[in-house]
């Protein structure tokens, strides 16, 4: 979808998500001590307002100004609104001078592959601690029966976040890169996840 799709579909009266915290963020990093955070494609800000009634700083970024109004929104009404700061931007030209304890990118799903590839590269270079990266693995839209893109195209692997960041996946720097499955009411996801951490950084409890 291009940008202005996403305007379009924000601006609709209904949520587009549910705002609730991603499964994934949740279960691998919701132990960590609250720092500095970065959500990359935040979207209407489920994940930034979880993190910031946790404690963490959160910068939330995303190209859709009516995801970001609706997100301003919900962390006003969750009292965290100081927590989180607010940035339009496209991620695939998007930039940080800053070092985040936690980037988080979850279901950054585009066809076209320099778009990803360049969204992925800024998300590790703003890292200084953990980033974790969720997509829908391809093999969700032949084998997956909870929804999700269709197209096999916009979808992407652990093996591929690795590749496009150079890393192999005996680098100490990869806590975990694989495919994981988890059940919703709506029914089967299967998800990729990669959690990484900077070689530079401490370790933190979390996994």
């Known amino acids: 979808m291009r940008q202005q799709d996403w305007e379009d ?17 949740q279960e691998l990093v919701g132990e960590l001590p609250p720092g500095t955070a970065l959500d990359l494609g935040c979207g209407e800000g489920g994940d930034a307002v979880w993190l910031a009634a946790r404690g963490w700083a959160v910068t939330a970024v995303d190209f859709a100004a009516a995801a970001l109004e609706r997100g301003a929104a919900a962390a006003a009404a969750a009292g965290v609104g100081d927590r ?4 339009r ?7 940080s001078a800053q070092r985040f304890d936690l980037v988080t990118m979850h279901f950054l799903h585009t066809a076209d592959r ?9 998300a590790w270079a703003a890292t200084g601690g953990r980033l974790l990266v969720v997509a829908h693995d391809p093999v969700n839209a032949t084998a997956g029966t909870a929804g999700g893109p269709p197209d096999p195209a916009v979808l992407y692997s652990a093996a591929d976040v690795l590749e496009v960041l150079g890393l192999a996946a005996d680098d100490p720097q990869v806590v975990l890169a694989e495919t994981r499955e988890r059940e919703s009411a709506a029914g089967l996801w299967i998800d990729a996840v990669v959690l990484l951490q900077r070689r530079s950084a401490s370790p933190r409890p979390g996994g």
């Open 9 to 25: 579909r924000y601006s609709q009266p209904d949520r587009v998500w549910t705002g609730k915290v991603n499964h994934w963020l």
């Open 114 to 122: 320099d778009v990803r590839g360049a969204a992925l590269r800024n």
């Open 84 to 87: 989180v700061q607010w940035q």
């Open 89 to 95: 931007a496209d991620l695939a030209h998007w930039r």
